[in-house]
């Protein structure tokens, strides 16, 4: 039997350590990418989309007729998918798996065939005041199959990516200064490197994106005239990231309003669809009208209808009347040669 001197096991140890270290940096790496998920365009190479959000309320504050119009206008656009930008569950999320507002406020409320998509869901301030967790679980999906909802992640369908960034976990407020409410903070603490991490991962995503249109779906507001206005920590630490990678729109809820905003300093169109249910009337600040194409402060929701060179945005009340239609033409050039004319 071979023998192994003080000097031979030290070698040994070594080797098995430095490659468990290795093993587990890979470990680390995989868990921290985006998932992503494939959803192709139609045949003709369309894609058409609802997004709605904070809209969780058992029906109530005029939930159950904004449902109404959505299956309605999801019909006539024959819809590919719908979008959430957050706060699914009020007041404080889900109580778990079984609590019964899932039913009462989501499989319950949105009956209309045209809803019968899958459901691309993030988390909300408020998603977060519950068990969050429970809303990323699998077991939604075994109860109501169109429902997706992860923390971040991508979904690739051809001529767009969808990047969907988790924003609750960068409110400072949430953290130093909850007043009365318990956040779920498992699976985002230790929070600076949850954000470090996740910041890279986005930024590197959107690097790798070749699609023609590139879309970042978030529940905090980046540019809103509406009651929370501007989220500073997203203006500081994801809007350059955003900007540097030329994406066309960002999508976002938070504020119970409908906005369109554009940037002066670059070619980044900033929606909110936050008027799910209860809204605020009244509850708007001054924005500069160079900027400001659209702020209503009522229920409704906006639809999004994309071909490699053009999208097609509309906003909804919670009649079915429009308020606002807006046009982007994108010439076919690369990714990083792309010019556009607006409508």
């Known amino acids: 039997m071979a023998s192994f001197s003080t000097c031979d096991s030290k070698i040994i140890f070594f080797f098995f350590g430095l490659r468990a270290a290795c093993l587990s940096l890979c470990l680390v790496g995989s868990v921290a990418e985006l998932q992503r998920f494939e959803h192709p365009p139609k045949a003709d190479g369309s894609l058409s989309f609802l997004v709605v959000g904070d809209w969780g ?6 939930q159950s007729q904004v449902a109404l119009q959505m299956g309605l206008i999801g019909e006539k ?48 301030n408020h998603d977060y ?10 077991v939604l999906r075994k109860i109501d199959s169109r429902w997706l909802c992860l923390r971040s992640f991508i979904v690739n369908a051809e001529i767009v990516d969808f990047f969907f960034v988790d924003t609750t976990p960068f409110v400072d407020d949430y953290f130093t200064n909850p007043k009365n409410h318990t956040y779920d903070w498992r699976g985002v ?17 959107l690097k790798d994106s070749s699609a023609k249109w590139k879309i970042v779906v978030g529940h905090h507001t980046i540019k809103s ?35 369109h905003i554009s940037d002066t300093h670059s070619e980044i169109n900033f929606f909110t669809s936050g008027g799910g249910s209860k809204a605020w009337r009244g509850d708007v600040k001054w924005w500069s009208p160079v900027e400001l194409k659209l702020y209503y402060d009522g229920q409704g929701f906006m639809s999004i209808q994309m071909t490699k060179a053009s999208a097609d945005v509309a906003f909804y009340d919670v009649f079915g009347n429009v308020l606002h239609k807006w046009s982007l033409s994108k010439h076919l050039l690369s990714a990083t040669d792309r010019t556009f004319t607006y409508a």
Not at 129 to 138: F, H, I, K, N, T
Not at 232 to 247: F, G, S
């Open 129 to 138: 005041r519950g068990d969050a967790e429970a809303q990323l679980s699998p």
């Open 57 to 62: 309320r058992r029906g109530l504050y005029n």
């Open 189 to 205: 603490t230790p929070r600076e490197d949850y954000l470090s991490n996740l910041l890279k991962d986005v930024d590197s995503a």
């Open 77 to 124: 656009a024959d819809i590919d998918f719908v979008i959430s930008t957050g706060d699914n569950f009020y007041e404080d999320g889900l109580t778990g798996v079984d609590d019964p507002a899932f039913n009462e406020s989501f499989s319950n409320i949105y009956t209309a065939p045209s809803l019968n998509k899958q459901w691309y869901n993030v988390l909300g």
């Open 225 to 259: 005239a509406g009651h929370h206005g501007v989220t500073q920590e997203l203006v500081t630490q994801l809007l350059p990231i955003l900007k540097a990678n030329n994406i066309d729109f960002y999508v976002n809820g938070h504020d119970h309003c409908l906005e």
